[in-house]
């Protein structure tokens, strides 16, 4: 693209660069700075002038700093928290959004535009209510409380039911001339229809659900069902905080989430750019 | 990014009801019923943990529960209250410090950085998934390791050491605590909405961009002309989504500071969590939390707007 441009569009391209890709580096030190403390012993943490890579690297502050609180079943928690709340979630917003985008009923509308308006009630807004309803329930300190309400979220509603509107009513017509059955025709014919749409439901819900913490922080005070995040939290609360373990933790909490977005980018990007619209 | 209207679906025409069984065979009934079964789960979700807990919002907003007695209603006291209320002020001062602080600069600096993006650069994927590491780092996480940034013998001083400036304690000294917070919510946000910005820069046809070349506009006039103009909807959607992001913020404010130092980053939902639910003013919690409320309505109905505009 720079070909037979001339020397200032080149000189152009190349500062572009530089602009970029210093900045990006700047994004990056807190990062390394955050390997490079977890491989320190405590007394280099704060040493100057600073060295970047640690010689010899500590890499026994991994397991001291997991070990420390019991990681192993928070990682199970977030593991289990986070898968459930996927499966519902997507399950009935996909039921939801396709009886909004394919069927016709009595208040339709009006339904549609009340879920529509429970996205303005994030759980900042009303920690105090839900908290009320769930120590009722008596689901406070319990899977029930960390998986249902957050499993209560209209984005996935309304991200079905725009991509099911595009889906030709003569498929779902024909499937039904053969004989097929409501929920036979929404899920051998509408489901693999819209399946890119799915998956792209699901890796956001779990990522939302693997990375919140304020929820859970509000309703769990037993240690057995921490979360990853409270788990971190709680290290990092300590009254002696022990910096190089704290990096290390937070290092190995950071690596699902990374190893997805690696893996998944491209669906991760447009995650990133539907929850824009989730607001 | 349109929002789809009812009317691209099939209206159904209305049938004479003959038979029970042959109603319910038809397929009007088959759209009044099935519609409501597909829809009820979810919907009875939303009614238990969203509708209900914004009436009982409303509702305890007007009484003085605390969680030992049964509520009494109370009228508008708690609203008259948190008006006198010196914390509820500041509360309100440092959240509106906070989303402006962060949201106004990184309106600018989220978009210049779109457009060199958008433009022909080398590593172009590489550096992109540099600038999502930030965002997508979880959110615990970003606020530990920024509370370490913070550390009077962190990372932020030694830099600023090197340009010899004197340290300063971004932890206590409450005229540099939410400075700090802006920095921070910048390093995660503004490579965050560059994304958003990104996806609408890359809907603008090149059609437009030739056509200008071949009239011989210039950068500037083809940014004015055509840019712009066509990156008005994803402008909107930014400005709205980012405020309404930065007035949620709570994580960050209960991990560096647990609001201090003297209320300084004591944001509005860090109030709300701090009556309600450590000192069980319930009633004082939920009226901040109506106040809390209208202003991220106004936010969303500007996107409302938004999506109008979007659409004509």
């Known amino acids: 693209m720079i070909s037979g441009r001339g020397p200032y569009h080149t ?15 700047v994004l990056l030190i807190p990062i390394f700075w955050m390997l490079s403390v977890s491989l320190k012993p405590l007394v280099e943490v704060f040493q100057l002038p600073m060295q970047w890579i640690p010689h010899p690297p500590e890499w026994h502050n991994y397991p001291d700093a997991w070990n420390q609180f019991p990681f192993t079943r928070y990682f199970e928690n977030s593991l289990i928290v986070s898968v459930v709340v996927t499966v519902l979630n997507v399950v009935l917003s996909g039921f939801a959004g396709y ?37 009722d329930l008596g689901w406070l300190n319990s899977y029930q409380g960390l998986i249902v309400p957050v499993a209560a979220d209209a984005f996935g509603v309304f991200l079905m039911r725009q991509f099911m509107l595009h889906l030709p009513d003569s498929l779902i017509e024909a499937a039904r001339i053969d004989g097929a059955g409501e929920l036979r025709t929404y899920f051998w014919i509408v489901v693999p229809l819209v399946w890119p749409a799915v998956f792209t439901l699901a890796l956001f819900t779990w990522r939302e659900t693997w990375d919140s913490f304020v929820w859970p922080y ?41 190893l997805v977005f690696f893996f998944f980018q491209r669906t991760f990007i447009q995650g990133i750019t539907l929850s824009g619209l989730k607001e | ?29 088959r759209h009044q019923l099935w519609g409501y079964v597909f829809l009820a789960p979810m919907f009875l979700l939303l009614v238990a943990f969203k509708f209900v807990p914004m009436v009982q919002a409303f509702y305890l907003s007007l009484t003085n529960y605390d969680l030992l007695s049964p509520p009494h209603f109370v009228g508008l006291t708690n609203y008259a209250s948190l008006l006198r209320d010196s914390t509820f002020h500041q509360s309100v001062t440092v ?5 402006f602080g962060v949201c106004v ?60 400036v004197a340290p300063i304690n971004w932890l206590t000294d409450s005229r540099w605590t939410m400075p700090g917070f802006i920095l921070s919510a910048w390093w995660r946000f503004v490579p965050y909405f560059m994304i958003l910005y ?46 309404i992001f930065m007035s949620k913020v709570f994580t960050n404010v209960l991990i560096i500071t647990g609001g201090g130092p003297d209320g300084a980053t004591s944001v509005l939902s860090f109030f709300i969590y701090q009556n309600g639910l450590q000192f069980f003013k319930m009633g004082v919690a939920c009226a901040a939390s109506i106040f809390l409320l209208a202003g991220m309505v106004s936010f969303t109905l500007m996107q409302l707007g938004v999506f109008r505009d979007g659409r004509t």
């Open chain 1, 11 to 25: 000189a152009l391209y190349w500062t572009r660069f530089v602009l970029v890709a210093g900045f990006g580096l």
């Open chain 1, 99 to 135: 009886s909004l985008a394919k069927y016709r009923y009595f208040g339709q509308r009006a339904l549609f535009i009340a879920i529509l308006c429970t996205l303005m009630l994030p759980i900042e807004v009303l920690m105090v209510p839900t908290f009320l309803i769930v120590k």
């Open chain 1, 218 to 258: 509000i309703i769990i005070t037993n240690d057995s069902l921490r979360t990853v995040p409270l788990g971190l939290q709680q290290f990092q609360a300590q009254y002696v905080t022990t910096y190089n373990q704290l990096m290390a933790i937070s290092t190995i909490a950071m690596v699902p989430l990374m």
């Open chain 2, 1 to 29: 990014m349109a929002v789809p209207t009812f009317s691209d679906t099939t209206a159904l025409r209305p049938q004479p009801p003959r038979s029970l069984g042959a109603f319910l065979r038809s397929a009007e009934a």
């Open chain 2, 95 to 99: 959240t509106a410090y906070f989303v």
């Open chain 2, 105 to 164: 600069p990184l309106w600018f600096f989220s978009l210049g950085l779109a457009l060199i993006f958008n433009s022909a650069l080398p590593a172009r994927h590489l550096l992109r998934m540099v600038y999502f590491l930030p965002a997508v780092m979880p959110v615990v996480v970003y606020a530990t390791v920024w509370r370490f940034l913070f550390h009077p013998y962190g990372l932020l001083n030694d830099g600023l050491h090197l340009f010899g």
């Open chain 2, 198 to 243: 990104l996806a609408g820069l890359q809907n603008i046809s090149h059609e437009y961009y030739e056509a200008a070349a071949i009239d011989g506009a210039s950068g500037r006039q083809r940014f004015f002309a055509i840019t712009l103009p066509l990156l008005r909807p994803t402008i909107l959607l930014v400005m709205v989504v980012s405020l």
